[in-house]
Every structure is written in C-alpha cells, then in structure tokens.
C-alpha cells in the first residue's frame, strides 16, 4: 500500500544538514537566535548507539527524552521559545512534526505549525494546513487534515482532528477506508464510511461513529446511526454483523449477535435470531480462561418450534482445569452436551451449533496425579439421538469408573507398567439385549528393553485379570464371571542406512524390517457380554500390538508372528522425510477362536497384505496411501489414497479416493484457486494473508462423491472475488443430514476490510474453513507491523 509518508531527496538532506542549527528541550537553547549563514563551527551531535529498538517508550523515559529542532531559519530565546523556518522539523521520542513555520514555546511545550504539516506519531501519519499541539502530551488540533494508521492501512480526510491524547483523537466531518489511495485525482474508494464524528482509541483498538453512512463502489448502501468497529483484530464488545440468510430447513432467517468483552480472559456472545419456518431463538455463550483452567458455557432456546409443536432447547458445559497439591496434581474435566429431542441434530446440527452427533456425551472426570501414580473417578452417560431410518444401539453409561495406574520410572532395566479399573456399566436392557455390569479388571506388564542405534528387541509380558458381576443372570445361569490370561510379546527391529541419489536428489536411505511376535492362550469368552469393546481398526499401528481387540472384554487368543519392513528417504541437511514406503503381513500359527458376538473364527493362516506409501518429495506436493490387499482374492479390501498440491499461497488441490469394499467407495476433492489462472494472471506473491492481488477470482470448494451410490453426499461450491480492500464470497453448500434427506444453504457475504462483514445467509468463512483443507484466508493480519516500518 502506497504510504503517506514523503522523504526529502538524499542531496536535500545533505544540504540541509550542512545549514540547519540543531537543538532544544530539556537543555537550555544551545544558540541565541541567528541566521544559518552565522552558526557557529562545533562538532556535530553525535546519536548513542542503543542495543535495542523499542516498539513501545515508557512514560518515566518519555518525559525525560529531549526535543530536536531543526529548520532552514531558526531564532528565538534559550529556554522560552523558538520560530523555525523553511523545512521545518520537530523531533521527540515517537513523534515527528514537520512544516513549512513553526513557533515552539518550551515552557507550555506547545507547537503552532502551517504549511504543509505533517505528523508521523508512531507509525500513523497525520497531514494538514493548521496544528496547534501540546507535544509530550498530545493535545491540541489539526485542520484539513488526511490520515493514514499503521495497523490497519486505513486512512481518511476530515475537516479537523482533535487530539486528545496519545491515544485518543476525535475527526470531524471525516471519512475512513481501507482502500489504496492512488495518484490519480479521480480516485475514488471502493467503500467508505462517511460520519459526522469519528471517535478513535487506539489504546483500546476501537473505533466509534456517530451520524455515519456506509458507501460501496459510491452509492450508500447502509444508513449507521452510531457503530463501533475494530482498528485492529482486538476484541471489542459491541453488536457484530448481522446475518441473513435463506434456509431449506428453517426458511429465512435473521441472527443478530453482540459480543461482550469482559476482561482479558472472559468473553460472552449474546444471539437472538428469526426464523420463518420455525419462530425466535434466543442463545448465549460464556467463555473463560484462567491459568489453571479454561472452559465455556453455551445454549439455545426455541420456543413453540412451529415446525415440531415443541419447545426446543440445546446447552453445552466445557471445562478443563488443574491445581497443584502437596499431595500431587488434581485435575476436573467436564464435557456435557444435552438437547431437547432426538430431531435437533437435524434440524440445527449443521447449520452452525455445535450439535452436530447423534451421541451427546455427559463426562466428568476428576483426576489426581502424584509421581509414579494417578488414580481418575469418571461418570460419562450419553444422550442418544435416535433416527428412525438408522436407529443405533447406544452406548453403555459409566456410573462411575474408578481407574488407577502406576508406572514406576525407576525399575533398573525393566519398564514396568499396572493398572486397575472399577465400572459400572448401565443401559436400557431392551435396547442392549444384554445385562448390566460391574466390570473390575488389572492389568500389569513388563518388560525389559535393549535398545541401540542400529536396532531393538523388546521383549514383554502381561498379566490380565478380569471380574464381573451382572444384574441379572447370563445364558448359562451365572450371575458372575472371570477371567486370567497372560501375553507373552517380543518386538524386534534393525535400522540400515546408506546414502544415495534418486532423480538428482542425494538421500539417506533407511531399510528397517521388524518382526513382532505374541502368544495368549485360549480362553472361552463367547458368553461374556460386549461393554465397551470393538475389533480394531487393521493398519500399520495395530499389527504391532497384542491384541485384536480395542477395550477390555475381549482378549484374543493369539500365536501369531507380524512381519513388515519400510524404507524412509531422509533429506541428509535437515532430516526431513521425502518419501516412506512399507508392507507388513500377519502369520498365524494357530486358529483365533475369540471373536465378537456374530463375528467368525479367524483360521487363514496369512492375513490381508498391508501396503503403505507416502511421498512429500518437494514441499508443493504430498501424497499418502493405504492399501489391504487380500492375496487370494486378489483384491483390496480397503484402500486409502490422498494427495495434495499446493504450489503456494491460496492454491490447493486436495483429492482422496476411499474404499470400504461392500461398505461404502468415495472420492473427495476440495481445492482453493485463483481462476485469474486460467488467463495468464500469475498474481503476486505478497506473503500470507494478504490475498495475490485486487481484481482477482478465487473458486473453493469441496465435493463427496459416492460411487457406490452414485450420487453427491456433501456439495461446498463457490466464488470469492479480492477487491483489495473489499472481499466479496457466494457460496453454495448443501450437507446430508440424514440418509434421505440434505440441507441446502446459499450463502453470501461482502467483507470490507478491516472494518466489517456483512453476510447474507451463515458466515461462509466457517463453511469453508471446516470443508477444506488448507483453506486460507485473503486477508487476516498475521504479525503486527512496527513503528519501525513507518519511520521518519
């Protein structure tokens, strides 16, 4: 952006420097009044090397810092005033005034300049005809004056600015934009804000208008009788900008949010919206952030949903929080999510709460943590929203769980690890088909690691005692049952390196082949009932482990040895990974007896080949991709392949292909690009948050697509045009909310940068933020800029 700031020619400069008297403020008027032509020949003044620059000067050095003037003619009285004219400058700390005349009384420390006035206060820029100002103090008046503030870029004219101190300055009869200013006479901003006053506080970062208009492109657009706005990304309390929108599911709909900043570490957001098809809601969030603990407080409410013929309400309880003891740590975490009926996930999950599952989690954990030990008391119940085109079975509640570990740290050479756990586990017996429980089990393991550069061997063994006690009798008749088993396991691998080249590029080139083996002996478990157990999901981190199962009702039976070997291209400077690639097998010795309810015994002797690849060959380009190959079938039972390009800011291709055979088969592509592309317009590159350039079209977007289906599942499409200081986005998004049905929402929104946005429809900015990848903002202010950047 073109700045306001004008500098002298260097051969001005040397000019001057031979012909100006220098001086004044805090010492007594080094010369009596005179002409250059009659200075005196002294050795120049020579500036003190500091060892840092500070952004920000201290009141108590403030005062103490001394005044510079300088002019092409200066005279005056030592200690009571100055006249300088002709290039003109006043110099203290952060401020510089310059002018064509200025009169300067040192005892009231006041300036009176004209012709060609301009201040650089810190950065911003001030120039006009006229100034009266009480310089340390900032205090006075500018006439006609134009501005220009560092943070923002934002600038404007007014018929007179009234400083009222460092901070706080009032325009009068003013205008304020973000827009370049050019050269040319005809140039006109893309927006303005024209106001009667203009309130601004740079202290507090806020900016507030009163008898204001908003122009777009020069026609006014919004009457604003009186608006706060930000000068920075600082949080401000104030109404937000409204939102207004066209909804399949709720009909029009407007939401209008006001933020309250409380303190530095607590805000709320107060929201009160209409919606055609449904009523009012009103709703409210509470954040809070403490050195010890940090959480938030939210909720909603509906009332006569015109839609349902109920009340429909939402609230939601974060927290997350420790405190140090003699005893040792305390920790209280809290996570609890709750709606009115099994239709509001629906109805409003993705249209921008935060209920957007069908399990509503009711957790507290309270935990202590002392050394080698820690001990957890838990309570967790679930609230499950039931669709009746997808009913689930839901999950069991812990009323309460009781777990405790110790993992001494000094054991000699052996790593030792116990662990015990108490549950209740309840539901609704007509919906699990299967009894209630109190589930005690331990878990104690060592092991004894030899470790080197060039390998590992591991060598570990377990111990598993499970007990329960149901509430009503099992198949059999027991109302009880245990379990012991032991779990024998050796980890091994080697490391090789050598160097190498591949296609230009010199590498270290790692084998590392790996070879892990498990014994647990059989046990029958097919009456035990299922609580919190599943089988686990089949990849590179799973086939290294004991056993089958996640969770602890099932322990599988396993003789089994897991071969695999990967190589790694490491780049020798800085250790990055170029490209990795590895295969890892099962061999089992013996049939698995132990399944889950319904599932069948595993007796193939080689388990599905596992294959994985990922390659970030150049820092643009990334690809990553898992395969389950079943040699007999010859077929893959799952595959995961994504790749990504991203040659530079604000381009990115996302692409991922994702099959499930007999389950599902997806391909997934979201993308952010400029469309100046495909004519020739490269853009620039100005850096991270700064866009490439005004009068640019962007497309985004993100498509699911299921092949097994034929048919799209979630649609994220638009455009988003960079005006400079104006972004203009439409969006068209359209999510499945249920098997049969979708939400379908048109979203527009006009950002004036730096000052505000007005959106029609839901913010599109959260839309695409959450559906694509690497999605980047055009402008968002990543450092704060120095008074340095703008320094005269």
Known sequence: MRSLTRHAPPCTRTALAQQVATALCLLPLWAPAQNREEAPTT??????ASPQLQETIAESVRAQMPTFVSGDHIEGQPDVRAVLEGNAELRRADTVVRAQRMEYAVPEDFLQAQGQVRINRAGNVYEGTLLELRVNAFEGFFDQARYQFLRNAAHGDAARVDFLDRDRAIIHQGTYTTCERSDEASWQPAWMLRADTIHLDMDEEVGRAQGAVLEFQGVPILPLPRISFPLSDKRKSGLLPPTIGINSTNGMEYVQPYYWNIAPNRDATFKGAIMTKRGVQAGAEFRYLEPNYHGELRGDFLPADRLRQDNRWSYGIKHQGNMATPLGGLGLNLSLDRVSDDYYWRDFGRAGTQISQRLLPGDATLSWAGGDMGLQLRTLKWQTL????????????????????????????????????????????????????????????ISRPYLSAAGFVVPRLQWHATQYQFDTPLADGRR??????????VDSGLVFERETSYLGRNFLQTLEPRAFYTYTPYRNQSLLPVYDTAANDFNFAT???????????????????????STRLLDPATGAEAARFGIAQ???????????????????????????????WTPQWGLDSTVQFNPKTSQSIRTTLSTRYSPSHYRTINAAYRLQRGTSEQVDVGWQWPLNDAWGDKGLDLGLGRGQGGGRWY?????????????????VVGLEYDGCCWIGRVVLER?????SSANTRLLFQLEFVGFSRLSLGSNPLASLKQNIPRYQYLREQVSTPSRFSNYD
């Open 43 to 48: 050795a120049p003044l020579v500036l003190r």
């Open 735 to 739: 999510l499945q909310s249920t098997i």
């Open 699 to 715: 497309s985004v977007g993100r498509l699911n697509y299921s092949l097994q289906d034929r048919k799209l599942v979630d649609t």
């Open 386 to 445: 039931q669709d009746v085109s997808a009913p689930i079975v839901p999950p069991y509640d812990r009323l309460p769980q009781l777990h405790g570990r110790y993992a001494p740290t000094h054991w000699g050479v052996f790593d030792i690890n116990i662990e015990a756990d108490a549950t209740r586990f309840h539901a609704n017996r007509s919906l699990t088909g299967q009894p209630n429980t109190t589930r005690s089990y331990a878990l104690a393991q």
């Open 543 to 565: 086939i290294y482990t004991e056993n089958a199962f996640g969770g602890q009702d099932r322990l599988a039976d396993n003789n089994l040895l897991t071969l695999g070997v």
């Open 480 to 489: 009880s049952a245990s379990r012991v088993l032991p779990t024998l396991s």
């Open 586 to 616: 099962r061999v089992r010795f013996s049939d698995q007896k132990v399944t889950l309810p319904g599932a069948a015994p595993l007796d193939e002797r080689l388990s599905d080949l596992l294959l994985g690849a990922g390659v970030q």
